[in-house]
């Protein structure tokens, strides 16, 4: 977000104002939001090189923080709380526990 030393001031119409009032609504975003996120596309579509790497990889960015945005609405705004430490043993425990409940002995080699 725009710092207010380094904000922009731009007049809208009444009409226009309230368009975009109702576009950040439908795309449930404040005002700002919805035009920061369209002056960012902006930007990187004219205003950067002409980079086709560059460019699909901003897109694949901008794709996975919508993504992130779509996930976090589905959870409350709640991240993934996960212990990656308890989780790995997990899987190393069911691991173990399935090589030992298939192990055959005619095939284990001294």
Request: hydrophobic share 40%; proline share 5%; glycine share 0%.
């Amino acid at each position: 977000m725009l710092k207010p030393e380094n904000s922009l001031s731009i007049p809208l119409n009444p009409k226009m104002s309230q368009i975009l009032v109702n576009i950040a609504y439908q795309e449930g975003q404040s005002v700002i939001e919805w035009v920061e996120k369209i002056l960012q596309e902006a930007i990187y579509k004219y205003a950067l090189p002409k980079d086709k790497l560059l460019s699909e990889q901003l897109n694949a960015l901008e794709r996975i923080k919508q993504h992130r945005t779509e996930i976090l609405v589905k959870r409350d705004n709640q991240p993934l709380n996960i212990d990656i430490a308890i989780l790995l043993q997990d899987i190393r425990e069911e691991r173990d526990a399935d090589f030992i409940a298939n192990f055959n002995t005619a095939t284990y080699c001294h």
